[in-house]
């Protein structure tokens, strides 16, 4: 009887080894990310309102249409499963000021995933970041909105829709600094980094880390984002060291800036709290596809943004440099990749040492 | 290892000798505790005449002739050759070409066994191994047929001839065994820890080493000790403990581990003052040579999720996989067999091919294994780990890219594909799941044969 099962054996598989897998997927590292941003997406909701749970809708839904779309386009198989676009729209919507156009917002995403990822010819192949793509284009195209900030925590943000949101396409929103003094006393509508820039007022590390502060839907709680990124590192989902070189080298330049001229340059707590950078060097450097893969690599990237993001917050004329950072660090990864190979065992040094004998 | 030394990077917080990054995959030791058994005699053997690298054996007998168990049927083809001896009593049926593992038809010898023979071991040559110097014992060690047991099967005695003019400070035995699933190392250590020692001390003697380190990675702490309770006072001969990590049994990681050493590219051990030897190997060496008798069984570690009595079985060489999946009970769902460790065992294709000198295991995987295996594959998303991972300091995720480029030039020039051996952690790794190590294998076959096309 044996024998006859084992007589018949067409169902045997020829394959090459390795024979066994880690069982680590490329799903299933995307589909915690999306998990990590979720409570981020959650308080911003509830910091900013219907506005804000409408942008991120409609900004995540117009990157999974437009990826199925550009599936269907590039002749790609159906790619939604991976859960990268899901991601990318979510990142998107958390860099977009709650008081966005929708309309705009749809354009972003589909600029974000259409030239931002399938130009180069989808996941993995891109060469920067999909929603930071987005986000630089709309900056660019539509630059009054994209710095129009209304106030977090405003009475009557569930009940009512802050009266730019659902601005008619192409049509210039309205002016919403009326509604603003109304909604909040004393609201200037400035972010804390351009009242520091602008009117050398500093916000607290209190106000940083339980997000009473101006910003984009998804900067604000610093405790929130570390609290995420975290586990998404613990997990190994992500590369704990992109962040570290992101932050600490901010951090340190900073502070020699700082020590420099106290009067003229803030502390390093308030440049690491401050913008976008907490949200940017944990979930937008670490994208795998658009960081070095070599070990070096990966902290040389990570300076460059810390870096650079300095720069253009002390020196540039724009407010917020962490975009520009990433998206110039990220043309750079190639080169980076290059350099920094690893050291092939046997060879060089490991000559020398092999001499022993 | 514990959960979270798993974790850790290895090497630090003294947590003993290793290589730098390889994988840790989940060990499925389960026959380490299972003792070895012998397999009962096939009613017909196969033998092939290559059961090695280098030159195949030359028949020594022809159909219709009667063998007696131990007995020369094969006789080396020069020094780059072994000889193969008959693995029962019985009557050649056939010399004539048989599958083997490889896929490649090979000339064996088919033997009928001897149903009422009591299978003693025949033929026996005793020689005093004591009195044989480097080069005699080299013969001798050639005469008993050994070939290598790791799984590459080089001649065990031209392994032990140093190269003209190198001096050989250190001999490593190898007692990693650190492809998952294999246990018939582990065994063999520790039932026959004197066995292992005198052919250490042989092979110390053949290739004119001072001292010896028999490495085992630390998941053996038993084998560790039945080695060290085997030494004499005056051996020159050291147990040390290694990480478990894979690939640790691979012998430049290990030399590595053990002695801080690199093998520079293109070079032998030997260039680094090193040689080695399975420890397999070197018991059936410390067995063999002074009763004199061929190199005709070997253990051989029979498991997997396909299989209903795993365990580590004495297998006569030569025995039919068919024969021995019969016995051992491999039920009807089993999907694939692979030869040797699942990291980098063949699979193969018919159950019509024999355990041969290099078989180290069989492993019966199941429709489980093979759907975790099979998942989509994504395009290289730069994730790093292949990098992380890679022994041999390669960058698997550009080498994986430029082979779908087929540009197969800058994968030597650049990124040193020469280096590559195979050891499949990058594969093992890639969340996107792309045959990295199975891309790489063909490459350097399309080489390969490019540069014996053009001389
Ligand atoms: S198979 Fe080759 S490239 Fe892959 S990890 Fe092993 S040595 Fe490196
Ligand atoms: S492991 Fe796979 S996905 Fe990750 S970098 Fe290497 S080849 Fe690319």
Same mark, same amino acid.
């Given at each position: 009887?044996?024998?006859?099962?084992?007589?018949?054996?067409?169902?045997?598989?020829?394959?090459?080894?390795?024979?066994?897998?880690?069982?680590?997927?490329?799903?299933?590292?995307?589909? +915690?990310?999306?998990?990590?941003?979720?409570?981020?997406?959650?308080?911003?909701?509830?910091?900013?309102?219907?506005?804000?749970?409408?942008?991120i809708v409609t900004v995540t839904a117009t990157c999974l249409a437009t990826e199925r779309f550009m599936n269907r386009v590039m002749l790609t198989?159906?790619?939604?499963?991976?859960?990268?676009?899901?991601?990318?729209?979510?990142?998107?919507?958390?860099?977009?000021?709650?008081?966005?156009?929708?309309?705009?917002?749809?354009?972003?995403?589909?600029?974000?995933?259409?030239?931002?990822?399938?130009?180069?010819?989808?996941?993995?192949? +891109?060469?920067?970041?999909?929603?930071?793509?987005?986000?630089?284009?709309?900056?660019?195209?539509?630059?009054?909105?994209?710095?129009?900030?209304?106030?977090?925590?405003?009475?009557?943000?569930?009940?009512?829709?802050?009266?730019?949101?659902?601005?008619?396409?192409?049509?210039?929103?309205?002016?919403?600094?009326?509604?603003?003094?109304?909604?909040?006393?004393?609201?200037?509508?400035?972010?804390?980094?351009?009242?520091?820039?602008?009117?050398?007022?500093?916000?607290?590390?209190?106000?940083?880390?339980?997000?009473?502060?101006?910003?984009?839907?998804?900067?604000?709680?610093?405790?929130?984002?570390?609290?995420?990124?975290?586990?998404?590192?613990?997990?190994?989902?992500?590369?704990?060291?992109?962040?570290?070189?992101?932050?600490?080298?901010?951090?340190?330049?900073?502070?020699?800036?700082?020590?420099?001229?106290?009067?003229?340059?803030?502390?390093?707590?308030?440049?690491?709290?401050?913008?976008?950078?907490?949200?940017?060097?944990?979930?937008?450097?670490?994208?795998?596809?658009?960081?070095?893969?070599?070990?070096?690599?990966?902290?040389?990237?990570?300076?460059?943004?810390?870096?650079?993001?300095?720069?253009?917050?002390?020196?540039?004329?724009?407010?917020?440099?962490?975009?520009?950072?990433?998206?110039?660090?990220?043309?750079?990864?190639?080169?980076?990749?290059?350099?920094?190979?690893?050291?092939?065992?046997?060879?060089?040094?490991?000559?020398?040492?092999?001499?022993?004998? | 290892?514990?959960?979270?030394?798993?974790?850790?990077?290895?090497?630090?917080?003294?947590?003993?000798?290793?290589?730098?990054?390889?994988?840790?995959?989940?060990?499925?030791?389960?026959? /380490?505790?299972?003792?070895?058994?012998?397999?009962?005699?096939?009613?017909?053997?196969?033998?092939?005449?290559?059961?090695?690298?280098?030159?195949?054996?030359?028949?020594?007998?022809?159909?219709?002739?009667?063998?007696?168990?131990?007995?020369?049927?094969?006789?080396?083809?020069?020094?780059?050759?072994?000889?193969?001896?008959?693995?029962?009593?019985?009557?050649?049926?056939?010399?004539?070409?048989?599958?083997?593992?490889?896929?490649?038809?090979?000339?064996?010898?088919?033997?009928?066994?001897?149903?009422?023979?009591?299978?003693?071991?025949?033929?026996?040559?005793?020689?005093?191994?004591?009195?044989?110097?480097?080069?005699?014992?080299?013969?001798?060690?050639?005469?008993?047929?050994?070939?290598?047991?790791?799984?590459?099967?080089?001649?065990?005695?031209?392994?032990?001839?140093?190269?003209?003019?190198?001096v050989i400070d250190t001999f490593i035995a190898n007692g990693a065994e650190c492809e998952? !699933?294999?246990?018939?190392?582990?065994?063999?250590?520790?039932?026959?820890?004197?066995?292992?020692? #005198?052919?250490?001390?042989?092979?110390?003697?053949?290739?004119? /080493?001072?001292?010896?380190?028999?490495?085992?990675?630390?998941?053996?702490?038993?084998?560790?000790?039945?080695?060290?309770?085997?030494?004499?006072?005056?051996?020159?001969?050291?147990?040390?403990?290694?990480?478990?990590? !894979?690939?640790?049994?691979?012998?430049?990681?290990?030399?590595?581990?053990?002695?801080?050493?690199?093998?520079?590219?293109?070079?032998?051990?030997?260039?680094?003052?090193?040689?080695?030897?399975?420890?397999?190997?070197? /018991?059936?060496?410390?067995?063999?040579?002074?009763?004199?008798?061929?190199?005709?069984?070997?253990?051989?570690?029979?498991?997997?999720?396909?299989?209903?009595?795993?365990?580590?079985?004495?297998?006569?060489?030569?025995?039919?996989?068919?024969?021995?999946?019969?016995?051992?009970?491999?039920?009807?769902?089993?999907?694939?067999?692979?030869?040797?460790?699942?990291?980098?065992?063949? #699979?193969? #294709?018919?159950?019509?091919?024999?355990?041969?000198?290099?078989?180290?295991?069989?492993?019966?995987?199941?429709?489980?294994?093979?759907?975790?295996?099979?998942?989509?594959?994504?395009?290289?998303?730069?994730?790093?780990?292949?990098?992380?991972?890679?022994?041999?300091?390669?960058?698997?995720?550009?080498?994986?890219?430029?082979?779908?480029?087929?540009?197969?030039?800058?994968?030597?020039?650049?990124?040193?594909?020469?280096?590559?051996?195979?050891?499949?952690?990058?594969?093992?790794?890639?969340?996107?799941?792309?045959?990295?190590?199975?891309?790489?294998?063909?490459?350097?076959?399309?080489?390969?044969?490019?540069?014996?096309?053009?001389?």
């Amino acid at each position: 009887m044996m024998n006859q099962t084992l007589n018949q054996t067409p169902k045997i598989e020829l394959r090459t080894s390795p024979h066994i897998k880690s069982g680590r997927t490329v799903e299933q590292i995307m589909r +915690n990310v999306v998990w990590a941003l979720l409570p981020i997406t959650a308080f911003s909701v509830w910091q900013y309102g219907l506005s804000a749970l409408l942008l991120i809708v409609t900004v995540t839904a117009t990157c999974l249409a437009t990826e199925r779309f550009m599936n269907r386009v590039m002749l790609t198989g159906n790619t939604l499963s991976d859960w990268s676009a899901t991601i990318t729209g979510l990142l998107l919507a958390l860099t977009l000021p709650p008081s966005y156009p929708l309309w705009m917002g749809v354009v972003s995403g589909f600029v974000g995933i259409a030239l931002g990822k399938f130009l180069f010819g989808g996941m993995g192949f +891109n060469v920067f970041n999909p929603a930071l793509v987005g986000r630089a284009f709309v900056q660019a195209a539509f630059p009054v909105s994209i710095s129009t900030w209304t106030p977090a925590f405003a009475p009557g943000r569930f009940s009512g829709l802050i009266p730019t949101t659902l601005t008619a396409p192409l049509m210039t929103p309205p002016d919403i600094a009326y509604w603003a003094k109304h909604a909040l006393d004393g609201f200037t509508g400035a972010t804390p980094l351009a009242r520091w820039k602008f009117e050398n007022v500093l916000a607290t590390p209190q106000d940083f880390l339980t997000g009473a502060v101006t910003a984009s839907a998804g900067e604000t709680s610093a405790i929130l984002i570390l609290l995420c990124g975290g586990y998404l590192a613990a997990r190994k989902f992500m590369d704990w060291r992109i962040p570290v070189a992101v932050l600490g080298s901010a951090a340190l330049l900073a502070l020699a800036f700082h020590v420099f001229s106290p009067v003229r340059y803030p502390e390093p707590s308030f440049v690491l709290l401050s913008g976008g950078l907490l949200l940017g060097a944990v979930f937008m450097a670490t994208d795998m596809a658009t960081s070095p893969v070599t070990p070096w690599g990966v902290w040389i990237f990570g300076g460059i943004i810390g870096v650079v993001t300095v720069v253009i917050r002390y020196f540039g004329g724009l407010t917020e440099g962490v975009m520009y950072a990433i998206l110039f660090a990220n043309s750079l990864v190639p080169m980076i990749d290059q350099y920094t190979q690893p050291r092939v065992f046997g060879s060089l040094s490991g000559q020398r040492k092999g001499k022993k004998a | 290892m514990s959960a979270v030394g798993k974790w850790l990077p290895s090497g630090l917080f003294g947590r003993g000798k290793t290589f730098a990054r390889g994988i840790h995959p989940d060990s499925h030791k389960d026959t /380490a505790g299972l003792a070895i058994r012998r397999l009962p005699f096939a009613p017909e053997m196969i033998v092939p005449l290559s059961q090695h690298i280098g030159k195949p054996a030359i028949a020594l007998v022809q159909a219709g002739q009667e063998v007696v168990r131990g007995e020369p049927i094969g006789r080396a083809d020069g020094f780059f050759s072994l000889p193969v001896h008959a693995p029962v009593t019985g009557v050649v049926r056939a010399v004539e070409p048989r599958m083997t593992a490889s896929g490649a038809m090979v000339t064996s010898v088919v033997i009928h066994t001897h149903p009422s023979s009591d299978q003693q071991v025949l033929y026996r040559t005793p020689q005093d191994v004591a009195a044989l110097s480097g080069k005699a014992l080299i013969q001798a060690i050639q005469d008993a047929g050994i070939a290598g047991m790791g799984g590459a099967t080089f001649p065990a005695h031209v392994k032990l001839a140093p190269p003209e003019g190198a001096v050989i400070d250190t001999f490593i035995a190898n007692g990693a065994e650190c492809e998952p !699933y294999l246990t018939c190392d582990h065994r063999t250590m520790l039932e026959q820890p004197n066995d292992v020692i #005198a052919g250490v001390r042989l092979a110390m003697r053949a290739c004119g /080493a001072p001292r010896a380190i028999i490495g085992v990675e630390d998941n053996k702490p038993d084998a560790i000790r039945a080695l060290r309770a085997a030494l004499r006072p005056e051996d020159a001969i050291t147990v040390e403990a290694v990480v478990t990590k !894979y690939p640790q049994g691979a012998e430049g990681t290990l030399i590595y581990a053990l002695l801080g050493r690199e093998i520079p590219i293109g070079q032998r051990t030997s260039a680094i003052g090193a040689l080695g030897s399975n420890v397999m190997t070197l /018991a059936y060496i410390g067995r063999l040579l002074h009763v004199g008798e061929g190199f005709i069984e070997r253990v051989v570690t029979v498991t997997g999720p396909g299989v209903a009595r795993p365990g580590n079985y004495l297998v006569p060489l030569g025995t039919p996989l068919r024969f021995l999946l019969e016995y051992t009970g491999a039920h009807g769902n089993e999907r694939e067999i692979v030869l040797g460790g699942p990291m980098m065992g063949p #699979a193969i #294709a018919s159950l019509d091919v024999s355990i041969t000198k290099g078989t180290s295991g069989v492993l019966v995987l199941g429709a489980a294994e093979i759907a975790t295996r099979s998942a989509r594959s994504h395009p290289c998303i730069k994730c790093g780990e292949c990098v992380q991972v890679c022994p041999k300091g390669l960058n698997p995720s550009m080498l994986g890219m430029l082979a779908a480029q087929r540009d197969y030039d800058t994968m030597v020039g650049h990124y040193h594909l020469d280096e590559c051996f195979d050891c499949g952690c990058c594969s093992y790794v890639c969340p996107s799941n792309i045959p990295l190590a199975q891309q790489f294998r063909i490459a350097k076959g399309v080489l390969r044969k490019r540069a014996a096309a053009t001389p």
